[in-house]
């Protein structure tokens, strides 16, 4: 039938067609079997992982089994999920810490982001403020106009060096030719009870862990790193709007699954995940914990996270920031 071609490549052929219907097939049929999802986080944002699972298993007709590994900050976890079979059973629940910020960090990360994953869904943000003390400037311009005077002076506490909000910070100096105080912490609660004393300025943290200081009035809000959308935040301005070619670090939670996942089963997930993050239970209790639903498609979530790789290297340079 095709004399052109070699009896070698025709078994090749042959091979590569069988194997893409085999997939196709399970594909169609998929879930046969329970999903494994490996959560590699913790704190406010596991329990929405755990409701996502079991609304997904509601209608999926297969358990959602969540295993949390959060050794290495999730590198353990994710590092599994990259040499686990493409057959949609074994899923990664992760963050831009782990999967994107961690490998500006560590010399030896057993992953590759793009290269080893293929990105699902795009669960949530978590909304995070700039906090300050009662004492200090009001806004971030004047706090911007007072380190232009004060160089080094005014001090920021985050959740460590090369965390996310550090990360941010040093975004906001290189913008603003302005230079901070960094004063890094093992936990965000470790800054905020050090804020809250008035041994630091300001922090850099998530809402969820803000809030009730904010509204006793020990610390106020000046700014938020990216854009919530919850009715208590109304009137608090968005770095971003303040100075232009700020975006924040990347602050999300998403799901992946190992590389060469097929499409038919990475189109299900996302579909059954979108209707999940619809429900109102499910975003009630994301604003609870300060996490605002995200959702889209797999595609708009990959290319947020090259945009996350982009502004990063940017960032990371400009610190001095060196894997170790």
Excluded at 253 to 275: D, H, Q, T
Excluded at 277 to 300: I, Y
Excluded at 313 to 322: E, N, P, S, T
């Amino acid at each position: 039938m095709f004399p052109h071609i070699k009896p070698a490549r025709l078994l090749l052929l042959a091979s590569l067609a069988f194997l893409f219907a085999t997939l196709h097939a399970a594909a169609q049929s998929y879930p046969v079997k329970p999903i494994r999802t490996i959560l590699t986080y913790s704190g406010g944002a596991e329990p929405i992982a755990r409701l996502i699972g079991q609304k997904i298993t509601e209608t999926m007709g297969q358990p959602v089994l969540i295993e949390s590994q959060t050794g290495a900050n999730g590198s353990v976890g994710a590092g599994a999920v990259a040499r686990s079979a493409p057959d949609g059973y074994t899923l990664l629940a992760s963050t831009g810490a782990t999967q994107i910020i961690r490998g500006f960090l560590v010399k030896d990360v057993p992953y590759d982001p793009f290269r080893d994953f293929t990105p699902i869904f795009h669960t949530f943000e978590a909304v995070s403020t700039i906090v300050g003390h009662p004492s200090v400037p009001g806004s971030l311009k004047e706090m911007i106009d007072y380190a232009k005077k004060n160089p080094g002076k005014l001090s920021f506490g985050t959740t460590g060096t090369g965390s996310a909000y550090h990360l941010a910070g040093e975004l906001i100096q290189l913008i603003a030719g302005v230079k901070f105080l960094h004063v890094p912490y093992k936990s965000s609660p470790q800054a905020i009870t050090d804020l809250v004393a008035g041994r630091i300025d300001t922090a850099f943290s998530v809402y969820a862990t803000t809030r009730q200081f904010v509204e006793s009035g020990k610390l106020k809000n000046i700014a938020l790193l990216n854009n919530g959308g919850f009715a208590a935040l109304n009137g608090v301005p968005v770095v971003g709007d303040i100075l232009p070619g700020f975006q924040s670090p990347p602050l999300w939670g998403g799901y992946f699954g190992p590389a060469g996942l097929p499409p038919a089963i990475i189109s299900r997930l996302n579909g059954e995940m979108n209707k999940a993050l619809a429900q109102a239970d499910l975003r009630t209790l994301m604003e609870r914990g300060g996490l605002a639903p995200a959702g889209g498609t797999p595609e708009q979530f990959g290319a947020m996270m090259k945009s996350d790789v982009e502004r990063l290297q940017r960032i990371v340079k400009a610190a001095g920031i060196v894997p170790e």
